[in-house]
Structures are given as structure tokens and as C-alpha cells.
């Protein structure tokens, strides 16, 4: 990826940092920053190695790659010590295997969106969290911040529970210092983060230490419409879900024809694959999107053949396809220019793409597969003879048109679900 950091302003820089986040905190001490010549700016985003790593994490990382772009060194921390202060995500036994893998599966992404690693700082928690002057200061602030402070600042993050334990109450206060020890000017993190960031700005001067900026990415929305999380099978794709797992939760999602709200399909395409789309036009010889056809007009991001229709709607901006979703085509109609069907087709195939190479990688890495293997021993115990996951009992989901019926209060006809058996006959 080339970086033409020396003919790009101060304000080109501050604009490339901070476009398409959702908040930023300090933005005149970065744009002062960006004024500064010769001033190399460093930030550190972190990861706690809890749960299996999904696409959800397209959008920091794409993110990342528009720091590099514009100089900045960053810094990836492997938060193992938070994982297990975090009510015991990540047991104390497999830590390390887990920081394996969330090395491995985050170098595979990297690569595979064009940010070469070798401009990355991957640094683990523990190997300075552990020593002496960082205890002192973690006590230090122990004895500064209230019980409700630290409570209320890791409330968005810390997994809640009726008996929480203690340790839940020293997770804000070691990102804080984290901004410190890492010698960072800017911590960034998903707008969840927002009251730890908050609570950093208060306390670390207090230490005698400087306050941080603070930059945020909006969390992606799951495909069921509620938050993306490791947690919740349903509502995310694992970076290694074969393609027949990618076909089904997409399927699956919800995508309501015409509703724009809670549409996980349309919040994915927003977050994740129009970022990608113009990060990759950038960086390829001929600036074009991987998401079109060769024939795409200049400046399309992303393509979406219509099945009944045969043709091909070409987009540039996100407005340019709500526009479309929630066009009745004719008016009045209750169909609408762009279908669900036609759409989820589009973005299963896009995702696939992108994991193509992250699960090529995987396949020819055995240490990979042994960090997978070993960091998530259960997902391989509940699994078959054949050594694949065994297949969840899941709830089948009304069909698109189905649900747009019930949005407009219309029956369905007899005639209308005979056809829908024979659509679903011809497509198998």
C-alpha cells in the first residue's frame, strides 16, 4: 500500500485520519498535530482476546489502513490481561493459545484487505502490563477512582452479570494506562469504548500523565439487526465460516424490503463492504472497486444484478442504494427497484471474496489450525466425526416478501404461496 504522507496537507492528513468515524474527542489537538512538521503520530487500537474474531472487525482494520495512509504508526494490542478481567472470557489456561490465534487470524485479514503487517506493531498485553512501575500506577489509580466511576466507565464494555467480579473494575483503569505505557497520541476504539475513553481523559492527568485523543468507529450492526457480537452465533460470520455457513446466515438476516431500520444486510453494506470497496479501488492499478464488473461505469463502488429484471444496478454511494431500496417500482406497487433477494446475493457473494483468501491462508498454515484448534477446544469437542461443526437447530425466518406482506396488513393468497413453492422448487 503506498503512502504519500509527504504530499498530503495537514488538513488531507487530519481529514484521512478521521473520515467515516463516528466521534472523535480532541480533534483540534490532532488537526495541531497533523500541523506539526515532521511529527510522526502514533495510535494504538486493542483487541481483548476473548471470543472468535468476525467480519465486524473489517471495519477498524480498513480504518487502520487510512492511518497508515496518512503516517501514522500503529499499534495493535493483543489485550490477553483484559480478556480474563473481562468476568473470565478468556479462562487463564488458554490465553496464550487465544493470543495465537487472534494473531494469526488478524495478520490473514490485514493482508487480505492490502495493509501490509510489517508496518504493524503487535504487541501483547502481558508482556508489560505484568511490570512493576505499570502496578504501581494501576494501585495509584485504585486509589483515585470510585467504585461507581470504574463500574460506570466499563459498563458498555465488561460483561455484566447479578455477582460481578472484581477484576471487571480494574478493566477501565488498565486502558487507560495503556495509553501511557504504549506512548500513544491517540487511542482508538469502537463508540462502545466511549465512557472508558471519557474516564481516561479524567484520571490520567491526575497521574501527572498527558490526555489522550480519542477516536471511534460506529459498532456494525449484527444480521439480525442488534449489535455484531462474538457471543451470539446468529448474529455475526466467523472469518473461517465455510461458504455454505456465509450463504445461510445471509439468507437468514434480517432484510425487510423497504425498512431501512434494523436491516443488518444494508448496515453491513454501510460499515464494512463500501469502506473495502473504496480502499481497494484506491490501491488498484486501474481504481476499481472488486464488488462491479468489468463493464461498471467509472466510480462505482458496488453491483447488485436483478434477477427478474436482468440488469444491473451500479452504486457509488451508500444514499444511492437506500434510494433504491425504498423505491416502488411502479409506484404504488409494493415491489421495490431493489429486492432483498437480489441484494443478499450481491453481499453473500462480496463477503466470500473477502474470505477467500483469509481461509486459503488458514488451510495451508498448520500452525493456524493449531492455534484455532487450541485456543477454542470446544467448538472442536461438539463436533462430528468429519471433524465439522455440528449443525445448529436454528429458526427459519419468514420469507422477504412474507414480512412485506405483514408490513402492509395484506393477506396471502393461496395462489401467491404456490407460486413461492414452485420459485423455491425451480431454484434447487
Known amino acids: 500500500m503506498s503512502t504519500n504522507t509527504e504530499t498530503l496537507s495537514p488538513t488531507e492528513r487530519y481529514e484521512l485520519i478521521t ?20 511529527r510522526i503520530i502514533t495510535c494504538y487500537w486493542g483487541t481483548a482476546t476473548t471470543g472468535r474474531p468476525h467480519i465486524g472487525y473489517f471495519v477498524p482494520l480498513t480504518k487502520i489502513a487510512d492511518f497508515l495512509r496518512a503516517g501514522v504508526r500503529v499499534k495493535v494490542l493483543l489485550a490477553d490481561v483484559h480478556a480474563f478481567l473481562d468476568n473470565l472470557k478468556a479462562p487463564l489456561e488458554l490465553i496464550n493459545q487465544r493470543v495465537s490465534y487472534y494473531s494469526h487470524i488478524l495478520r490473514a485479514v490485514f493482508t487480505s484487505i492490502g495493509v501490509p503487517i510489517d508496518r504493524l506493531e503487535f504487541i501483547t498485553g502481558s508482556s508489560y502490563q505484568y511490570s512493576t512501575p505499570y502496578n504501581k500506577d494501576c494501585l495509584k489509580l485504585a486509589s483515585l477512582v470510585s467504585e461507581r466511576d470504574a463500574r460506570k466507565a466499563g459498563s458498555e464494555v465488561v460483561k455484566e452479570s447479578d455477582a460481578p467480579p472484581l477484576s471487571g473494575l480494574l478493566y477501565p483503569l488498565l486502558q487507560a494506562l495503556d495509553e501511557e505505557y504504549l506512548g500513544v497520541d491517540f487511542q482508538f476504539g469502537g463508540i462502545d469504548q466511549r465512557k472508558i475513553f471519557t474516564f481516561a481523559e479524567l484520571y490520567l492527568p491526575r497521574l501527572g500523565y498527558a ?22 452465533a446468529k448474529s455475526k460470520i466467523d472469518f473461517l465460516d465455510s461458504p455454505e455457513e456465509v450463504k445461510k446466515k445471509i439468507k437468514d438476516a434480517v432484510c425487510v424490503p423497504g425498512e431501512i431500520n434494523g436491516n443488518g444486510i444494508l448496515a453491513f453494506l454501510e460499515s464494512v463492504l463500501l469502506p473495502i470497496a473504496d480502499l481497494k479501488r484506491n490501491m488498484s492499478k486501474d481504481h476499481t472497486s472488486p464488488f462491479v464488473p468489468s463493464d461498471a461505469p467509472e466510480g462505482a463502488l458496488f453491483s447488485v444484478p436483478r434477477k427478474r429484471e436482468k440488469d444491473v444496478l451500479h452504486y457509488s454511494t451508500y444514499s444511492d442504494i437506500v434510494q433504491d431500496y425504498q423505491t ?40 493456524f489450525q493449531d492455534a484455532n484448534r487450541l485456543a477454542y477446544p470446544d467448538d472442536f469437542q461438539n463436533a462430528s466425526g468429519d471433524g465439522k461443526k455440528k449443525k445448529e437447530k436454528k429458526y427459519t425466518p419468514k420469507p422477504d416478501w412474507v414480512l412485506e406482506k405483514e408490513r ?21
Open 408 to 428: 402492509q396488513n395484506k393477506e396471502i393468497s393461496m395462489k401467491e404461496v404456490g407460486q413461492a413453492i414452485a420459485d423455491v422448487n425451480e431454484s434447487k
Open 328 to 367: 416502488e417500482e411502479p409506484a404504488g406497487s409494493g415491489s421495490f427497484k431493489l429486492f432483498p433477494s437480489d441484494l443478499k446475493l450481491s453481499v453473500t457473494n462480496a463477503i466470500l471474496l473477502l474470505l477467500a483468501p483469509i481461509r486459503d491462508t488458514y488451510e495451508k498454515d498448520s500452525q
Open 211 to 232: 490526555k489522550r485523543i480519542h477516536l471511534m468507529n460506529t459498532m456494525v450492526p449484527g444480521l439480525t439487526g442488534t449489535k455484531m457480537s462474538s457471543s451470539d
Open 19 to 38: 473520515r467515516n468515524l463516528g466521534e472523535v474527542l480532541g480533534s483540534q489537538e490532532l488537526l495541531k498535530l497533523c500541523q506539526e512538521e515532521g
